[in-house]
């Protein structure tokens, strides 16, 4: 610690840091603009102005940046002298000069971080009055809007999108005070991450274009806190509705998670929630009807007719329904509604962070590794905001060699400068190619097999003890030594790897090596397919293979099937089957899908946006999201719905059906930890200024409605209520005086860039205990075989997962269909880029016909398909299919469900 003097008081800081850091950590109010927690100082902007006095006697001192001040013991500097105020005032007239005069239509406004700095230094008119520089804006694909004139040349863009994560196409053009941040011509952004620019920029160049088409200011949108639903990270977000309408998603600050930044997909991967094909009303034998209640009597009549009942749960339904469907059906007719491999994974995975003895780090802690292997994953594509993380921790070497030069960390462009000099391993091991290949120190591409072997290699290179796989050639065995070596060197070593490979070897392999390492401090982290499956996995349940016997046998003739599309867990003609032999198929959900086509009774379940819940992630984290705006009537939430439907149900409200659940399952007892929230005074969802509650409502009624009453969270649906006493983690909005932007974050942390006060969002559920015997099951090696290929889906961000596909501009960044092969066994096939092959899969009576592309990195024997795009739901991962070359005259055929 060190002891600072800001304008005669005296404060305690932490040494080091740098002055705009802590004087913000204080609760100063200091502007900048170049400045960010997350990417540190370079200088840029020259709005941090201070004076700093030599000593007691100095009363002139000089004028310093803060950003770029290191903070020593006895520092005495001033943020309220005259020179550096009329400093400050001077620089944003300069910056001012050519931003239009737009504010009233300016989609940044009343969240601008450059209106904040510009009232907070004092300048509130201007005397510029000549001709201001103009630009051509750019076309940037449909997450990002371009309004190059606004920009005042901070340089936060390309810091963040291509130092921070790793793009390449947003480039810095032009010279002198004539420079345009763009790309080289118009076209779609290419980083995941694009939408991270909305708000990194502090003024309005970049902004959220879906947002835009159902614009509402920042005042008048109604938040709540939630989770993103689109992967296993759980990544804290803000979702703002307007009119019964979900109109934006931003990132919601957690210091142990997502930081400062969400992946493009939880970003703008809400459409759905708005989409046509949301269930609005209760169906009885495909015929709507109006009223709940008459659903529920109906549903309460097939039960009580029923033979037997069965209950299907699911990995994107929150810990609430999933726990009330089986109580419902009773636990030993609950399935879990996962495919037989995923179901396999799952538990594998959950036993090993339960009793495997080794740490599951956050994504804070693993951009502290100072080595990553990635084992079988493609982050990117399957854990975005992981890849991130997984981007930062090369850096490590970069800052201890920093530290040795006596460069602070935080001094962003110096250290940069050494990054070409050395850098943290990151090695990677995956089916092919993958976007974090540019930071890797060494590449693998196998298929899971293989990967699972060298993994299995490397843990025996670890460790004597781990089983060898026999038959390794001398580039495998190699390999695996070079990377046993580094890892074996690291004090924070890192193992990642997942489910994309449909591997139980490969999961099994990934803690051979974490068993293996000698480093005390050593993670494991497992990515995992959706929102809640590792919830689902810790409530248990029986396999899909056995409620499909049960309905065959007899035994059930009725099931309920809980926001869970089967199709996409088994091939077609099975779940056909299945649900045609059930007497009575009721089924929650959101989406109309082939599911719910099948339903005699459907029930329009709420979203995330609309309910409340709670999901656990790929660490054990258990964390609520809470409804933003009310379900309309008949949309009920799931759980409710199951409770509605009981005789006697021993529950009535959301908070006693949470801690019914931690009571009744010993693995979920850690989320009645959660704080008290029914105490609270009631925290209102509306920002202070909301505005026209009686004008939206004008074509109906000029008198003003109630508003709706929440009985199940501490939120309101008003502008009264608490905002002071209440901690941080559970604010709807994000607003302190003089600070309307996302920059107010640092209001309401005790060190900027830390934890929130009173703590970070959710629960730890597993803590690392025991050991496990060491994982013996090694695979043979892949042996391609003549006339025939092995189906390897492909994650793909935009396209892989279920309910962000429905989204409109995520669908925009579909990638074309096509099948990945080999070079090899395109000479084979006697086909070039762009030509088309035919698939034949051997169930099915049909084949695909469709474009080839040639990837070098794709192993000899494996085709990929890019999973989630329509033509291949029906072909599942480990398919064997035969492909020809498809004539130009060929007429083109489609599978059943394309």
């Not at 080289?184 to 952004?189: A, F, I, N, W, Y």
């Not at 070409?420 to 993958?434: E, K, N």
Request: glycine share 8%; aromatic share 8%.
């Amino acid at each position: 610690m060190a002891t600072i003097e800001v304008d005669g008081r005296t404060y305690e800081v932490q040494d080091g840091s740098n002055l705009l850091a802590e004087c913000l950590s204080l609760g100063l109010d200091l502007p900048y603009f170049c400045w960010h927690p997350a990417m540190g100082s370079v200088g840029a902007c020259r709005q941090c102005a201070v004076i700093q006095y030599k000593d007691a006697e100095d009363t002139r001192g000089r004028l310093v940046m803060a950003c770029i001040t290191p903070v020593a013991d006895n520092l005495r500097i001033s943020l309220n002298a005259d020179v550096a105020r009329q400093f400050r005032a001077d620089n944003i007239e300069l910056l001012m000069i050519n931003h239009p005069h737009d504010c009233p239509v300016c989609e940044e406004g009343g969240e601008c971080h450059l209106q904040d700095m510009t009232l907070m230094t004092g300048h509130t008119s201007r005397r510029y009055r000549g001709r201001k520089r103009t630009h051509r804006n750019q076309y940037l694909g449909p997450f990002v809007n371009h309004e190059m004139n606004r920009c005042i040349a901070c340089y936060r863009c390309v810091r963040f999108y291509n130092d921070y994560a790793g793009g390449a196409d947003l480039e810095v053009l032009g010279i002198h005070n004539n420079v345009y941040f763009g790309r080289h011509e118009d076209g779609t952004l290419e980083s995941e991450f694009s939408g991270n620019l909305v708000e990194v920029c502090p003024t309005g160049v970049f902004t959220d274009k879906p947002f835009s088409d159902r614009y509402t200011r920042k005042w008048d949108l109604q938040t709540a806190p939630s989770v993103c639903v689109h992967c296993s990270l759980g990544c804290n977000t803000t979702p703002g509705e307007r009119y019964g309408e979900l109109r934006r998603i931003v990132n919601r600050y957690h210091g142990d998670v997502n930081g400062y930044f969400l992946c493009d997909r939880g970003r703008f991967g809400y459409g759905f929630v708005n989409s046509d094909l949301r269930g609005r009303f209760p169906r009885i034998e495909r015929q709507p009807v109006a009223v709940a209640g008459t659903a529920i009597e109906h549903f309460r009549t097939q039960i009580r007719s029923a033979k037997g009942i069965i209950g299907i749960g699911s990995p994107r339904a929150s810990l609430e329904a999933n726990f009330t469907l089986r109580e419902l059906v009773g636990e030993t007719n609950f399935f879990l509604g996962l495919d037989e491999t995923e179901h396999d994974l799952l538990e594998s995975i959950l036993g090993i962070l339960a009793n495997g003895g080794i740490h599951t780090p956050t994504l804070r802690e693993t951009e502290q590794a100072d080595a990553v292997l990635i084992l079988g994953e493609d982050v990117t594509h399957s854990a975005p905001r992981l890849a991130l993380s997984l981007r930062q921790s090369v850096r490590n070497a970069t800052f201890d060699l920093a530290r040795q030069l006596k460069i602070p960390r935080w001094l962003d462009a110096a250290v940069r400068q050494l990054e070409g000099q050395v850098q943290s391993p990151l090695f990677i091991a995956s089916v092919h190619a993958t976007r974090l290949h540019d930071s890797a120190a060494e590449t693998f591409h196998g298929s899971p097999e293989a990967i699972a072997r060298l993994g299995f290699a490397i843990a025996h290179s670890l460790n004597p003890e781990s089983p060898l796989p026999s038959g390794l050639d001398e580039a495998e065995e190699a390999l695996a030594a070079l990377i046993a070596g580094r890892l074996r060197e690291a004090k924070r070593p890192l193992i990642v790897s997942g489910t994309s490979c449909a591997s139980l070897a490969v999961v099994q392999a990934a803690y051979n090596i974490a068993r293996a390492l000698p480093a005390q401090n050593k993670g494991l982290l497992y990515a995992l397919p959706e929102a809640n499956s590792l919830g689902l996995t810790m409530i248990g349940g029986r396999r899909l293979k056995d409620a499909f016997a049960r309905v065959q046998d007899g035994s059930a003739d009725t099931m309920v099937i809980l926001e869970n599309d089967l199709y996409r867990r088994a091939p077609a003609p099975q779940i056909d089957a299945f649900l045609d032999a059930a007497r009575h198929v009721a089924v929650i959900d959101h989406l109309e899908n082939p599911t719910t086509a099948k339903a005699g009774l459907l029930l329009p379940a709420a979203t995330f946006a609309e309910s409340e819940g709670t999901l656990v992630n790929n660490e054990g984290r258990a964390q609520c999201y809470f409804p933003v705006y009310p379900a309309q009537e008949p949309i009920l939430a799931g759980w409710e719905w199951l409770i509605r439907v009981m005789d006697n149900p021993r529950w009535h409200h959301f908070r006693d059906l949470t801690s019914a659940c931690a009571a009744a399952i010993p693995a979920l007892a850690g989320i009645e930890r959660f704080p008290a929230e029914e105490h609270l005074p009631k925290i209102p969802r509306q920002p202070h200024r909301y505005s026209g509650r009686t004008a939206m409502h004008a074509d109906v009624s000029v008198i003003e409605p109630p508003p709706p009453q929440d009985c199940e969270t501490p939120f309101a649906f008003s502008m009264e209520g608490d905002t002071v006493h209440v901690p941080p983690a559970l604010l709807p909005v994000v607003w302190a005086p003089g600070w309307n932007s996302n920059q107010a974050i640092n209001k309401f942390q005790d060190e900027v860039a830390g934890p929130l006060r009173s703590g970070n969002p959710g629960i730890r559920l597993i803590q690392a205990s025991g050991m496990l015997p060491w994982f013996d099951r090694i695979p043979p090696a892949f042996v391609p075989e003549r006339g025939f290929w092995r189906i390897v889906r492909l994650p793909n961000i935009f396209a892989g997962e279920e309910l962000s596909a429905h989204s409109a501009p995520v669908a925009e960044r579909f990638p074309d269909a096509c099948v990945f092969v080999n070079p090899e066994d395109a000479e084979t096939l006697a086909v070039s880029n762009g030509d088309s092959v035919e698939i034949r899969y051997e169930l099915e009576l049909s084949s695909l016909r469709i474009p080839v592309r040639i990837d070098s990195t794709m192993p000899a024997g494996l085709l990929g398909i890019t999973a989630g795009l329509p033509p291949f739901r029906h072909l599942p991962n480990g398919a064997r299919v035969a492909l020809i070359k498809a004539g130009p005259e060929a007429p083109a055929k489609t599978g059943e469900n394309q």
